[in-house]
């Protein structure tokens, strides 16, 4: 009796949440920075007057649950209910879930399988302990027995080794269930009124912030062709406790939590701050005696903040973007655990002016570039894998400005060479009794290339950019700059050059600075 009394109440729990619950897919998932919508479906029947929707999870926000019906139905109230998942066996069907109670499943069997060669080797020792003649026929059951007896060990021993094989399987399993568990330590149910005059299919839709995604690029430039083909890639995960299983699943830019209005501005008032109160010293000996007890009561009461299971997505990285929006081809999957999935979102392949650009005064070494038009879309920042002609050379950030033109680099340039002479200083006195400090600082460079074939070459040279009318800088170059200001930017030259195969050319940089003696300049090296 108290055996049936303890199956009735293992049971009552699913009678109760299960019984009348609706079976529901996720069918489509809308991924942001830093959250998703997800969509379910389930199939609603002729006369059917109310809709249970159980094992959701408990993570969704419950101001955001929407619920759409196809023609034939009305939806009436809605009713969330928050309920422990020991009370919700039923939701126990994961794909976690399913590993573990298919390996179970093996485990008992091989255990029965075990079970019954201890039974036979049982016989057989039994069997053995018995008198018999010493005859013909006993010789031969003897060695029957023999066979049988080591068939049989070596049976159980190969069932010993399978299931030691699916425990250290399970292990890692189990913790990892467990895990999800304690994050995931709730279920929630939805039930809803509803009116169906005929045979239809119901939508439900709810957002959460378990979840979230980053974009992954990679350049693959192809130095012959001058083109650089740019493939877009995403990172996704979810840690809402339930699976996303063959969903149709699209990639967002939106964010949706992001400022969406403009508060009024504040006056602009002016006024004349009243002067600081006279600083009074406290006594020597309180000041060296309270603040020091102040800051150990502080340190004391200071706790660590509980971790979060969920995952953390950082969404910095869309800001400033254009919204836009990927969908990752065909049906995916993507358990509720946390663990980040790569989808390919597509390619482009786009022609580039490749340039080898030095920068002798920070480095004596050349480095090839691909400069190219600003594709098309949206491009949020991510980190960038950079192959050049099928090597992998290393990896950067990719974070579009505003320009037409984007840059690429790809890594050292090493058939190029780039020798700086040491830098010539030169000072003197100068003026009216010696009233001015002149220096005269030389910098000269020889490039050469050493490819069979012609490459473009940009020269970048910092230059003095004095910000006193009292400090005079004159400046002779040669060649002379095809940029006066590189990129825009005052005090930067550049000279652009073709260098033919093993053409070696000398680039100089004379600067004069004139300044007062007794001036305190800085920004001299």
Not at 162 to 183: F, G, S
Not at 286 to 298: G, I, L
């Amino acid at each position: 009796m108290r055996k049936s009394l303890l199956t009735l109440s293992a049971v009552l729990p699913q009678l109760c949440l299960g019984q009348s619950a609706t079976p529901s897919n996720i069918s489509n998932v809308l991924v942001y920075p830093g959250g998703a919508t997800v969509e379910r479906v389930a199939k609603v029947n002729a006369g059917m007057k109310e809709l249970v929707l159980n094992c959701l999870s408990a993570r969704f926000d419950t101001d955001s649950l929407s619920v759409h019906a196809d023609n034939g139905i009305q939806v009436g109230d809605i009713s969330v209910e928050t309920l422990d998942r020991g009370r919700a066996p039923e939701c126990a069907n994961t794909a976690l879930d399913k590993r573990i109670h298919d390996l179970e499943e093996q485990r008992a069997a091989i255990a029965s399988e075990a079970g019954a060669q201890d039974f036979v080797l049982g016989y057989l020792k039994n069997v053995g302990t018995e008198r018999q003649a010493s005859t013909s026929p006993m010789n031969t059951t003897i060695e029957l027995l023999r066979k049988n007896g080591q068939d049989t060990l070596q049976r159980q021993h190969q069932a010993q080794r399978r299931i030691e094989e699916i425990d250290k399987l399970l292990t890692p399993l189990r913790a990892e269930l467990n895990t999800q568990v304690q994050a995931n330590p709730q279920i929630r149910k939805v039930t809803i009124r509803v009116a169906a005059q005929q045979e239809a299919e119901l939508h439900v839709s709810y957002r959460m912030t378990q979840a979230g995604w980053t974009p992954v690029y990679r350049a693959y430039l192809n130095s012959s062709k001058g083109q650089v083909k740019l493939e877009r890639h995403a990172q996704v995960a979810q840690s809402s406790g339930e699976d996303w299983n063959d969903v149709n699943l699209k990639l967002s830019t939106v964010q949706p939590n992001q400022a969406n209005k403009i508060y009024p501005p504040s006056p602009w008032v002016l006024d004349i701050a009243a002067p600081p109160p006279a600083f009074i010293p406290p006594p020597e000996v309180a000041y060296r005696s309270q603040p020091q007890a102040k800051f150990t009561t502080a340190i004391s009461n200071v706790r660590p903040e509980a971790s979060s299971p969920a995952v953390s997505f950082d969404v910095s990285v869309f800001q400033g973007e254009y919204a836009a929006e990927f969908g990752v081809p065909g049906k995916v999957s993507l358990t509720g655990n946390g663990k980040k999935i790569g989808y390919a979102l597509g390619s482009q392949l786009i022609d580039a002016d490749l340039r080898v650009r030095i920068q002798p005064q920070q480095e004596a070494q050349a480095y090839l570039l691909a400069e190219a038009t600003r594709p098309a879309g949206s491009w949020p920042a991510g980190n960038l894998q950079l192959f050049r002609d099928g090597d992998f050379i290393g990896q950067n950030q990719l974070r579009f400005g505003s320009e037409e033109k984007v840059e690429l680099f790809f890594g050292r340039d090493n058939m190029v060479q780039v020798e700086v002479e040491p830098e010539q200083k030169e000072a003197s006195t100068k003026g009216f009794i010696g009233s001015r400090i002149e220096k005269k600082i030389a910098h000269n460079y020889h490039i050469t290339n050493q490819h069979k074939t012609a490459v473009k070459l940009e020269v970048v040279e910092p230059t003095p950019k004095p910000e006193n009318e009292d400090i005079k800088v004159s400046s002779q170059f040669s060649p002379a700059p095809i940029q006066q200001s590189w990129h825009k930017q005052p005090g930067i030259i550049s000279w652009e050059m073709k260098l033919n195969p093993g053409q070696q050319i000398k680039l100089g940089a004379d600067y004069t600075i004139s300044y007062p003696k007794d001036a305190n300049v800085t920004g001299l090296r």
